[in-house]
């Protein structure tokens, strides 16, 4: 449950925290941590591709193993940490050989558990194994695309995948978006739903809290003048005036596609999201 804080200040009286109190009190592996440099919405050419973000508190990047490809050799949980680079806890795992990785943690994990990647393991949470052996279902996160890619979807707080059926070559999955996909049997897929399952419903609280995480303010298309946005303009407090909502370059802001309808991987798409 998210932590409620004392109404001290205006600010205080709806904010939440999050609850740290199952989390190890360990510093992170710093073979694992690296300094990076944030792009604060810029491409390659310094220019703003995404609007709305800089600034932030500094952080330190942990070296997350997104393909846990060390396969039949198991690993203790050795703590659950906090990751400032994302919004599920991560776990480090110390492996029988001595090794010491980084996963993401799901919901249920435990320090001292023992976890394994395997074309087929126990069904317990943070077990790896391929997507043909794990039952019709079954919840999971981290999913690869391509065989041997590792982990590129499902991969946030809360989140989980559910395989609804084998057919085949392919497994179909429910994502979290409610989309049915099919994906080939031989990608690898962890046990499990995600951990820090009440980050949707964090309350801020504060606008200085939005700006330690790097999110810059947002002003209304409606509040500025028709040559910035074409939702601007109008005397006083005015509708946009437009059939649809738009981005300001004039792009169908809500409702409109933007998918390729000659996408290759259209294909695999069983049911497409409800709206």
């Known amino acids: 449950m998210p932590k409620n804080y004392s109404p001290t200040t205006p600010s205080r009286r709806h904010m939440q925290g999050y609850d740290f109190s199952n989390l190890s009190p360990v510093a992170p592996l710093k073979k694992l941590t690296v300094g990076f440099q944030r792009a604060m919405g810029r491409s390659n050419q310094g220019r703003i591709t995404t609007r709305h973000k800089g600034g932030g508190h500094k952080r330190s990047y942990r070296l997350i193993d ?27 795992l110390h492996f029988a050989d001595g090794e010491k990785r980084y996963i993401l943690a799901p919901e ?13 393991t126990k069904l317990s949470p943070g077990n790896r194994m391929r997507l043909r052996n794990i039952p019709q279902g079954s919840m999971i996160h981290n999913l690869e695309i391509h065989p041997g890619k590792g982990g590129q979807i499902v991969r946030s707080a809360g989140m989980g995948a559910t395989v609804l059926a084998h057919e085949g070559t392919y497994v179909q999955v429910v994502m979290p978006s409610s989309e049915v996909r099919k994906f080939h049997g031989d990608i690898m897929a962890s ?34 003048n028709p040559v910035d946005h074409p939702h601007g303009g109008g005397e006083g407090r005015q509708g946009i005036g437009l059939k649809h909502p738009k981005t300001p370059w004039g792009k169908i802001a809500l409702g409109g596609k933007t998918r390729g309808r000659k996408k290759r991987s259209n294909l695999f798409i069983v049911k497409r999201r409800k709206k």
């Open 66 to 92: 997104f393909r846990q490809e060390k396969m039949n050799i198991p690993a203790t949980v050795f703590s659950l940490e906090y990751d400032p680079n994302r919004t599920s806890r991560i776990a480090r």
């Open 108 to 120: 249920g994990l435990k320090v001292g558990d023992t976890l394994m990647t395997a074309d087929r």
């Open 191 to 224: 046990l499990g739903q995600l951990s820090n399952i009440e980050h949707s419903s964090i309350n801020m609280g504060k606008a200085g809290r939005q700006r330690h995480k790097g999110v810059r303010p947002q002003v209304r298309g409606s509040a500025m």
